[in-house]
């Protein structure tokens, strides 16, 4: 009987080694998508693809964590963010509302995942909410440092909007679709 619960737990410990794996596997995923960027004020980057996916395969609880991971190795300095940035000072700048907004969408998943379990149409609504959500903090925050450190020059929420939300829409959903084709194939080869 010793015997059998010495492997059960040997099992369990692989998983949770998996687990972790996984989850480191997929922030340096994002943080990679993150460096495949164009430059604009706010760059347009693969990062939302990476936190898609990340989500959509590792599930909601590990997926989040996938994304507390990456925004905590960012703010630590390392240099994971678009443009190969890191440091607090990013977190804390223009862009920051979008990077923390990221964990905002990624916690979204998560409930609506607990409540709905995986089924495709909660899925699809909470990346939807998720996004909106993405955008209303990233926007704000954007706003609210602009105005604070450009004291020549001040901005408004329709300026923010059309910087740093219109474009982004349209790649973000197809990124989002491509996302779920993606995870749709690579989720049977993870074992979680």
């Known amino acids: 009987m010793s015997t059998t619960k010495a492997k059960a737990n040997t099992n369990k410990s ?16 994002i943080a990679v998508c993150s460096w495949i960027s164009v430059p604009v004020t706010v760059p347009y980057t693969l990062q939302t693809f990476g936190i898609f996916t990340s989500l959509l395969i590792l599930g909601g609880k590990r997926g989040t964590i996938s994304v507390l991971l990456y925004i905590l190795l960012g703010a630590t300095g390392l240099p994971v963010f678009s443009g190969f940035l890191g440091g ?39 990346m939807l909410i998720g996004l909106f959500a ?18 020549a020059s001040d901005i408004g929420y329709l300026t923010a909007l059309k910087l740093c939300v219109l474009p982004f829409i349209i790649p973000d959903l197809l990124k989002m679709f491509f996302a779920f084709l ?11």
């Open 14 to 29: 692989r998983f949770r080694t998996a687990e972790m794996a996984y989850i480191a596997l997929f922030a340096v995923i």
């Open 134 to 151: 993405l955008y209303t903090i990233g926007t704000l925050w954007f706003v609210y440092v602009y105005a604070n450190t450009n004291a």
């Open 182 to 192: 993606i995870a749709r194939r690579l989720k049977i080869l993870v074992n979680l």
């Open 88 to 126: 607090i000072g990013v977190l804390l700048g223009a862009r920051g509302g979008y990077i923390i907004g990221f964990l905002i969408m990624a916690i979204i998943y998560w409930i609506t995942e607990q409540i709905f379990g995986h089924r495709l149409i909660p899925s699809v609504l909470s």
